[in-house]
């Protein structure tokens, strides 16, 4: 969730459980609602779009005090987002299994 604005939000969906539990197509995308999650826009620019096999654990997105988003996931990378979600680099990678992201708020 936004920290300033409870309209806005964000998810990664993944498939089911039965599907692999990786994002749909594997192609990820973090999908923002600016209206409460009346309406969804995919964000993909700088995830990985093709052969992505990851899970990202519900403990594992958090957003900071300036509204940047950060997910790990289970294959070791951390993604992070510094304009809302609009892009997207991975901070790194190579870590044991991402199971939880928390942001200090000064």
């Known amino acids: 969730m936004h920290p300033d604005d409870p309209n806005t939000i964000w998810v990664l969906p993944l498939n089911s459980d039965a599907a692999g539990r990786y994002p749909p197509d594997a192609s990820a995308a973090v999908w923002k609602s600016i209206d409460g999650g009346e309406s969804w826009e995919a ?57 939880s992201v928390e942001t200090l708020g000064f």
């Open 43 to 99: 964000k993909r620019n700088g995830l990985p779009q093709s052969g992505c096999f990851f899970t990202v654990l519900r403990q594992s997105m958090a957003t900071d005090a300036e509204a940047g988003i950060y997910f790990g996931t289970n294959t070791g990378s951390v993604f992070a987002s510094f304009d809302e979600g609009e892009n997207w680099t991975e901070i790194t990678r190579h870590l044991p299994a991402i199971l």
